[in-house]
């Protein structure tokens, strides 16, 4: 059982650049989200699934896009990235939407 | 919108003193979450507590929700230096959780 994966680790992108970062999770969770977490602040929510096929807006989504065609994957993808961006990215998943949420390893984004 | 308070930002303690971070929701809560991040490291589920006033024990962590939910601490007795990182509550309200800004602590041995 491997949890919540999270690809890549570290990234540097370039202004105006795109990226998709990867999160899959092997405990048939239903429910996925994606935040971001900036120096010394704690975690934003930027999208969230309940169930392949169904995605929707959290506190911060602009400038990001999500799918879920899968219960196991859950990609992020960034289009025209901008400084704001540089972030840690953490993917989470829960059995349902009020149980205990399990984290991924994060992704690290710098943005120049 | 929905805001969740946590303070302290930062506390230092000194190994064996006790330590507490609040949470504090502009509304009523459906429940709390509260994890533990090391540094460097990913939010660790710690605690779910859902009744009005319910108080939960883990060894040394004694984890309390308000009578109104819209509040709750975490209280940790005689600190050790396993315990610093950084805790944050989540407060849920629908399919939604909103994380506090975290209370980062430090323990000097």
């Known amino acids: 059982n491997a949890g919540v994966t999270q690809t890549p680790k570290f990234r540097i992108l370039k202004i105006g650049q795109s990226m998709t970062l990867q999160c899959t999770q092997d405990m048939n969770h239903n429910y996925m989200y994606w935040y971001r977490q900036d120096p010394g602040m704690g975690l934003k929510l930027i999208y969230y699934s309940v169930g392949a096929g169904i995605t929707d807006k959290g506190e911060v989504p602009n400038g990001y896009n999500v799918s879920r065609s899968t219960t196991e994957d859950f990609p992020l993808r960034l289009e025209l990235a901008a400084p704001s961006q540089t972030s840690v990215y953490f993917c989470a998943s829960s059995y349902l939407g009020y149980y205990e949420q399990y984290f991924g390893p994060g992704t690290r984004l710098t943005v120049t | ?109």
């Open chain 2, 1 to 109: 919108g929905q805001q969740v308070m946590q303070i302290p930002q930062y506390q230092h303690v000194q190994e064996g003193e006790d330590f507490t971070t609040y949470c504090n929701s502009s509304t009523t809560l459906s429940n709390i979450q509260w994890y533990k991040q090391r540094p460097g490291g990913h939010p660790v589920f710690l605690i779910q507590l859902v009744k009005s006033g319910e108080v939960k024990k883990q060894k040394r962590l004694t984890f309390q929700f308000g009578e109104a939910k819209k509040n709750s601490s975490l209280h940790i007795t005689a600190t050790q230096t396993t315990d610093v990182g950084t805790y944050f509550c989540a407060g849920n309200t629908g399919n939604q959780f909103y994380f506090g800004t975290g209370t980062s602590l430090t323990v000097i041995p």
